[in-house]
C-alpha cells in the first residue's frame, strides 16, 4: 500500500522560509516521481513543483526562483524548500505520486492528507 506524509507545515512572516517534506512508503522510490500541489482558501488545488525519478525538477510560474523541490532516495523523501513565502503562498500542501497523466495536472493516483502553510503579512 502507497502511503504518503507531509510535514514541516507551520505559521511563518512574509519573507521567511520553510521546508516541506513529503515520505513516500510502499512502493520503490527511486523510480517514482513526486509532486507538490497546493489548495488555497477557496481555490482548486494547484500545481506547485514536481521531481522526476531522473532528479528534473519542474516549478509553477509563481513559486520559479523562490520554491526549490529535492529528493533523497536513500530515505525515500522530497523535500520543497519554500523561501521568500508570500500571504498568497498560504494553502494546504499535498505531495502526491504516480501520475495518471502530465507531471503537472493535478492527477495522481496516490496523495498525502496534506500540511497547512500559513504566510502572515
Known amino acids: 500500500q502507497v502511503q504518503l506524509v507531509e510535514s514541516g507545515g507551520g505559521l511563518v512572516q512574509a519573507g521567511g522560509s520553510l521546508i516541506l517534506s513529503c515520505a513516500v512508503s510502499?512502493?520503490?522510490?527511486?523510480?517514482?516521481?513526486v509532486a507538490w500541489f497546493r489548495q488555497g482558501p477557496g481555490k482548486e488545488r494547484d500545481f506547485v513543483a514536481a521531481?522526476?525519478?531522473?532528479?528534473?525538477?519542474y516549478y509553477a510560474n509563481s513559486v520559479t526562483g523562490r520554491f526549490t523541490i529535492s529528493r533523497d532516495n536513500a530515505k525515500n523523501t522530497v523535500h520543497l524548500q519554500m523561501n521568500n513565502l508570500k500571504p498568497e503562498d498560504t494553502a494546504v500542501y499535498y505531495c502526491?505520486?504516480?501520475?495518471?497523466?502530465?507531471?503537472?495536472?493535478?492527477?495522481?493516483?496516490?496523495w498525502g492528507p496534506g500540511t497547512q502553510v500559513t504566510v502572515s503579512s
Open positions: 502526491a505520486t504516480d501520475p495518471k497523466k502530465g507531471i503537472s495536472v493535478n492527477e495522481y493516483n496516490y
Open positions: 510502499g512502493r520503490t522510490f527511486s523510480s517514482a516521481s
Open positions: 521531481i522526476t525519478w531522473t532528479n528534473r525538477s
